[in-house]
């Protein structure tokens, strides 16, 4: 196995909302230099696209803020509080 190239301990000292946030950049430099290794188009997700696309057409109110959906998807990953 290759060793790792950043210290693990160090990033879960990061909070949820600024992990997912790196998640989300290391994502993006991904698709930038390799865009098709980094999401292959299937026909299925080339269909869920268009679908979402056209609904997103039909009504851009019930588009959601990213702001708005990182904050509720960090929300869901709060262990509850006793």
Do not use: F
């Not at 790792?4 to 998640?23: C, I, M, P, Q």
């Not at 269909?47 to 057409?57: G, K, Q, V």
């Amino acid at each position: 196995m290759a060793s790792r190239v950043y210290d693990l301990a160090t990033l879960r000292k990061l909070s949820v909302a600024e992990r997912l946030r790196l998640v989300g950049d290391i994502w993006d430099t991904i698709a930038d230099e390799a865009p098709d290794a980094a999401l292959p188009l299937t026909p299925k997700l080339k269909r869920e696209i268009d679908r979402r696309l056209a609904a997103h057409r039909r009504d851009p109110s019930l588009a959601k803020p990213l702001d708005e959906v990182i904050a509720k998807i960090t929300k869901r990953a709060r262990p509850p509080e006793r």
